[in-house]
């Protein structure tokens, strides 16, 4: 594996790559690499020839109250873990380099982040476009590899791809979860114990919401006051936001009849965990995005 520093070599490489006709599978990650970031790797390995995946902990995404500096970091054991999965070049800019002043263009996302994790973090998703567009034009992906856990960001990177017509296919995979339904994130190991054990429920209570549309609730008031229940019941979290909306644009729906995202974020002393579920108007979950 190719571990390259600099967006200029990373430039070449990928022009080179695509002179050769070669097809690229990229994973673009914040690092403290966990089975899900090593599943996207794993499918990119399957449906390209070459599988490039960037480490880069992006400050623009970040607000000035967050976790920037306490974001977890671990290098050595990345470009293990990358290796041992078969990814092919490893992008590591440094910040300096990616962002070298003060930037003059930025981009803005008017839609999709009015709700949800967008509510609480404002100006995090156009952190997340205007890095993506960079690495987009940087590394040249046919395809590029998300995690639905993320899935406010999966519908804004869906828009980013078709708005700016960006040529590349966006692949959102399924969650990973821990044994006992914990959604895999890089922000876990910041969990207090006693944190760690209640985490699960967040997934309990989704499934608990969800099971009420497979059992003929239309209503999405019921459904979200069913997830609040549960997590305010089996959690000393505190509750960001329950929502359910449809999927992937982002709008309240009134009567549950199409694809639906059930989501939540919830605030831990650790960390601040986010989960979702996205079902059908059977509550049968959904394979496609859209
Ligand atoms: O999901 C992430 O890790 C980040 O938001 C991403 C997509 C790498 C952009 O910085």
Known sequence: MKIIRTVHEMQETALSLLTD???IGF???MGFFHEGHLALMEQAKKD????VSSIFVNPLQFGPSEDYEQYPRDEEKDIIHAEETGADVLFIPDTQDMYPRKMVITLDVTDRVNVMCGRSRPGHFQGVVTVLAKLFHIIQPTKTYFGRKDAQQVAVVDALIEDLNFPMELIALPTIREQDGLAKSSRNVNLRQEEREEAPWIYKALENGRQLVVDGEKNPDIVVKE????INCYTSGKIDYVELLSYPDLQPVSVIEQQVILATA????GAR???NLLFDKNGEIAKRLK
């Open 27 to 29: 994973v673009p990650t």
């Open 227 to 230: 997830v609040l229940d549960t």
């Open 266 to 269: 919830v605030y831990f002393e």
């Open 273 to 275: 965990l986010i989960d």
């Open 48 to 51: 390209n020839d070459i599988v």
């Open 21 to 23: 006709n070669k097809t």
